[in-house]
């Protein structure tokens, strides 16, 4: 039988209308001046974010350092949610890369409201850091594929902006959170200075991530992309599964909400199993192993050998992601085997 890896929406492999467009993609030096097709890529997601301009880059990780690097300088201070992915899992690159540190705020399931926010702010005096930038995650993937109300992002990026603070959103599933609610990728993204999204994950292609904002921010960010090693050539092999995804795999995140909501409602009825958050909103679903003795590498290991890929998150917590490799079938079979295992332990 085949191995149901669900592990990460990153493990997803080109299918063959994807490899096609990359095949045929249309290609220049984008490091001298441009290749076209991420040109086209940029383009299309500016216009989708609603935003001046944008521009490619490899990954996530140095789309949200390169988005923070713009806002700051060394010695800057960032707020930012406890359990967010730039804090946690970045390698703290805001102070490697840049200089900065980070403020931390512990928020109600790992979102964040005004009232966390209000009074972090530290003040403007030679003894203090400079608070400088509010960056916000969604969906939060720390938080089981959340999503954070729109009316809670606009009255925290409203009081940043009132009080002197660039945004940055670490939209990495953005599309997630469209797809969810509804509500238009450029309604998300209106309220932030910046926005990273992501094509390497619920979007399905192997490679890439994008960074929008005004003019001036994108032309800032060209020049911490080539500091940062992160200017490509001929991009646009990449850029067209990006375009592939972001033309064909939205709508269809659809699907891995679905499959991820069948694999909760079968977690939530397995004894020594306690889904966290209870409620699944998107595709990633987190469950904490309350069985005497078990760790979550102990379960992790013990599906892997029944054909069941997951990751242990905490010495406790396991994280399973749907995504467009994994059918509803096999998310079925998976349930069913989480089941079994959790019965055997
Ligand atoms: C919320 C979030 N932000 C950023 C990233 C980083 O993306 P990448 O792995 O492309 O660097 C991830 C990766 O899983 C993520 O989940």
Known sequence: MKTI????DTVTLPNQGMLEAMQTAELGDDVIDIDPTVQKLQDRVAENLGKEAAIFMPSGTMTNQIGIRIHCQPGDEILC?????????????FAQLSGLVARPIQGKNFQLSLSDLQGKIRADNEHMARTRLLCLENTHNRGGGSILALEAIKEMTEWAKTNGLATHLDGARLYNAVVATGIAADQWAGPFDTVSVCFSKG???????????SQEAIALARRYRKLFGGAMRQAGVIASAALFGLENNVDRLEADHQNAKILADSIAQVE???????????????????LANITAADFVEALESKGVRMLAFSPQHVRAVTHLGVSTEETGAAARIIANVAALM
């Open 272 to 290: 020594g199993l306690v889904l966290d958050p209870e409620h699944v909103e998107t595709n990633i679903v987190i469950f904490r192993v309350d």
């Open 81 to 93: 949610e406890d359990g967010c992915h730039i804090y946690n899992y970045e390698q703290a690159g």
């Open 5 to 8: 890896d669900l592990r990460s």
């Open 203 to 213: 979007l399905g292609a192997p490679i890439g991530s994008a960074l929008a904002g």
